[in-house]
Structure formats: structure tokens, C-alpha cells
């Protein structure tokens, strides 16, 4: 994460907050100075048992919503300094307008800064990969997960 002249004046670590199907991951903590280098891979899966059309997933996706939080752990519960929202087809699969080379990889987003947070919006620069695979359950028929 950038921020180009942008000093923060908590010094407490800050980390990436991620929520995506439903599920939260958080990255490790980093000091509080920009660039925030954040070399993780979170992963996330999720079966979806009553899917068995792909276009059925996408509109799945779509009513979904990603959620990125970068958050400082100001006492006593910690302060939200930018956010990210999208909904979650578009945040696995960008728009072939959006991103060079190969889909996903290398991205940059710009967080929207809370009211608290000074300066410019923080830019985000990571990548997503998505699997997408077919599974047999027990009742024999064959499922999207």
C-alpha cells in the first residue's frame, strides 16, 4: 500500500483486513510507515452445493461484496483508515480494460480514506487468482465449487 507525503501520526502497526464469501482474514502486521509491504496470500474457498451452471455462480458473485479494510490498531479497538468495496465477480475477474497481462495480477486499486485519515487516498497493488473446480457429492450429482 502507497501514500506518497503521507506520515501517519499513530505510530500502532496497521494490517489489510479482507472479507470475501463471508469470511475474514487479516494479514500480519507491519509498522506504521509508507510503503506498507504486506507479502501474504490469503485464501479463501467456498462450495457452493446448489450450483451447477456457471452462469448461476456469476450472478452468485455478483451479490456478493469484497470488503478491504486497512486498519490501525489505535486503542482501544483499533481505527479504519481506508476501505475498499467491490462487488466480488468484479473483484476475481476485472474488466480486461483494467488490468495488463495476465487477469488479476498486479492490480492497483485506491482505497477510499476515512474521515480520520489525512492525505491522499492510499493505493493498494496486489493480485487475485481464482479455481474454479467441479466436484461429485454424495448425492451424485455434479457441483459447481
Known sequence: ITCPGVLL???EELYLSVSVFGQYKKTQRVPAAFPLIFQEKLVFEKAFADIVDPGDLVKLLEFDTAV???IQLVPPVGK???TYEENTRDFLFPDPKLTRGHH??????LMKRSSSFTGIAPKLRFSTSSLITESLLN???SHIQ
Not at 488479476?104 to 486499486?109: A, F, K, Q
Open 139 to 141: 448425492s451424485g450429482r
Open 68 to 70: 478491504l479494510e486497512l
Open 9 to 11: 501520526k499513530d505510530k
Open 80 to 82: 479504519i483508515l481506508a
Open 104 to 109: 488479476g495480477l498486479n492490480r492497483e486499486i
